[in-house]
T-cell receptor, first 110, second 114 residues
Framework: RKEVEQDPGPFNVPEGATVAFNCTYS??????FFWYRQDCRKEPKLLMS???SGNEDGRFTAQLNRASQYISLLIRDSKLSDSATYLC???????????FGRGTSLIVHP | EPEVTQTPSHQVTQMGQEVILRCVPI?????FYWYRQILGQKVEFLVS????????KSEIFDDQFSVERPDGSNFTLKIRSTKLEDSAMYFC????????????FGDGTRLSIL
């Protein structure tokens, strides 16, 4: 039983494109949700928290759909520097053991 | 911007030896964590620590593992008798007030067991 699932990709997009990733989770009582990015052999870096009302940070928009148990990340106007693996993290709901997805690989090409 | 620091960046150890990985969390953070990431695999939670005791631990965190906050700044992960399968990247993280807040990660220690 996979608790947090992500499409591993890779998503291969040109600069300027809009790309969206989804992440599904199995524990309906989960309480907090995050997107991190991870560059090759580096640490995860927090991209944004995900709130029920949805939130935006510049070119990045995150949404939470509790009814369908998924979160999403939308990246507009992709840059070459957005190339990375995007990790979905789900926490809470019975225990506070943060669960990471395997990540979605994004490659932005010129 | 304050950051989590980890030492060493790379540790090479013979199988069966003890190893201690060190972390200095962000100074006003209250929750501390250890994770591992085997090459090519996902980040896996090991343990969380609050108020000088373990608050959660995963199945991976067996009797071979221990954590300690020996002073007001360091947070350590000890592996008593390393195995080949302990080879991985180990990340320390901290969060500010509660376990639902985002965590900030150190840049990791690459542990290689020979």
């Amino acid at each position: 039983r996979k608790e947090v699932e992500q499409d591993p990709g890779p998503f291969n997009v040109p600069e300027g494109a809009t790309v969206a990733f989804n992440c599904t989770y199995s524990n309906s009582a989960s309480q907090s949700f995050f997107w991190y990015r991870q560059d090759c052999r580096k640490e995860p870096k927090l991209l944004m928290s995900v709130y029920s009302s949805g939130n935006e940070d510049g070119r990045f928009t995150a949404q939470l759909n509790r009814a369908s148990q998924y979160i999403s990340l939308l990246i507009r106007d992709s840059k070459l520097s957005d190339s990375a693996t995007y990790l979905c993290v789900v926490n809470g709901g019975g225990s506070y053991i943060p669960t990471f997805g395997r990540g979605t690989s994004l490659i932005v090409h010129p | 911007e304050p950051e989590v620091t980890q030492t060493p960046s790379h540790q090479v150890t013979q199988m069966g030896q003890e190893v201690i990985l060190r972390c200095v969390p962000i100074s006003n953070h209250l929750y501390f964590y250890w994770y591992r990431q085997i090459l090519g695999q996902k980040v896996e939670f090991l343990v969380s620590f609050y108020n000088n005791e373990i608050s959660e631990k995963s199945e991976i965190f067996d009797d071979q593992f221990s954590v300690e906050r020996p002073d007001g700044s360091n947070f350590t992960l000890k592996i008593r008798s390393t195995k080949l399968e302990d080879s991985a990247m180990y990340f320390c993280a901290s969060s500010e007030l509660d376990r639902n807040q985002p965590q900030h990660f150190g840049d990791g220690t690459r542990l290689s067991i020979l």
